[in-house]
């Protein structure tokens, strides 16, 4: 029998033996029998191989993915909500929102290069100044992390642990975030550039008035650019032994 196979045999019976003892225990159990949740409870009681061969318990596998997010999240956050943060970072910054290009292309025909400019500047101010209130909104949605959870992310992708934030998280930063970018575009006179521009060119002939909403467009590139930092975050600490900034993440990543 392969090593491998070996170990899988062995953390079944152990499994087994767990549920055969429970019910000796409490017969009482039997009609509110859940395999689900037994199982999941047997899981806990065996310890799991981490990246580096130390045996993980279910708690620690959870304790430190939750602290990976976590300090993804911050650093993230951080990052962003410096000046500068999102409109000097290629991979993050803000357009011109693209479905009204017609609308950038018209108005600089007409001499608003400069305004143009200044428009897409106060966009990804408004990212940076809502980055401000990001972090404790992640950290509250990474509190729910199951078992189940923490095991697929353990032996997933390397931006595993972003993915499941992200799509357990993004309705629900949705709305959240949506109110912070409202008035982060109110602080930083978005619409004082906008205005303008788009006045201009509605007044231009033959053009299709338009009017983009741009609280949603800002929300979603925010967003956007957030979990981009926050899955590269994932990755140093997956890789970098540098970046397992805790006794937690050095014993679950460490390889």
């Known amino acids: ?8 045999f062995n953390y079944t019976c152990s499994a087994i033996f767990f549920i055969a003892i429970f019910f000796i225990a409490n017969p009482s159990a039997i009609a509110q029998f859940n395999p689900g949740k037994l199982l999941e409870k047997a899981q806990g009681s ?3 191989p981490s990246k580096g061969g130390t045996k993980l318990t279910n708690d620690e596998i959870i304790q430190g993915l939750k602290s990976a997010l976590e300090v993804g999240a911050k ?22 929102p693209p479905e009204a290009d017609k609308v950038r292309g018209t108005v600089v025909k007409l001499g608003m290069q400069s305004q143009v400019d ?15 209130e990001a972090a404790p909104i992640f950290l509250s949605a990474i509190k729910g992390m199951s078992i189940g959870d923490g095991l697929n992310i353990l032996k997933g992708e390397d931006n595993a642990a972003t993915t499941y934030l992200k799509g357990r998280t993004s309705s629900e930063l949705t709305g959240k975030f949506q109110p912070v970018v409202q008035k982060a575009i109110e602080k930083v006179e978005v619409t004082k550039y906008w205005n303008p521009i788009i006045t201009t060119y509605n007044k231009a002939p033959f053009v299709k008035q338009m009017n983009p909403d741009l609280e ?15 899955a590269e975050e994932e990755l140093k600490i997956r890789k970098d032994p540098m970046a397992r900034v805790s006794d937690i993440l050095r014993k679950v990543f460490g390889g």
């Open 75 to 96: 650093n993230s956050a951080s990052r962003t909500s410096a000046v500068d943060g999102f409109f000097k970072n290629p991979g993050i910054k803000i357009p011109f």
């Open 1 to 8: 029998m392969k090593k491998q196979t070996m170990k899988t």
């Open 118 to 132: 200044k428009f897409v500047l106060t966009l990804n101010r408004a990212a940076e100044e809502a980055a401000k």
């Open 216 to 230: 949603a467009y800002v929300t979603e590139k925010a967003i956007e650019g957030l979990f981009v930092l926050i």
């Open 46 to 48: 065996v310890p799991l």
